[in-house]
């Protein structure tokens, strides 16, 4: 039985669908780190603010 348009395009959709989802397992574990280093420069420049903030004799 020959497979008809709608189900050709339906396979290839899975299969690019299959192909990007291992495009994206092959970057997680280079995004998760640098997710966590943007979280802690943040986290650190916050303390920073925090310090300068106290030394110049608090909030503006």
């Not at 669908?17 to 943007?38: D, F, G, M, Q």
């Amino acid at each position: 039985m020959s497979k008809t348009n709608g189900q050709r395009e339906a396979e290839h959709a899975l299969s690019r669908a299959r192909e990007a989802r291992k495009t994206v397992a092959a970057y997680w574990p280079i995004v998760t780190r640098v997710v966590a280093n943007l979280a802690d420069q943040r986290e650190q420049n916050h303390f920073a603010e925090l310090f300068r903030q106290g030394f110049e004799g608090g909030r503006r």
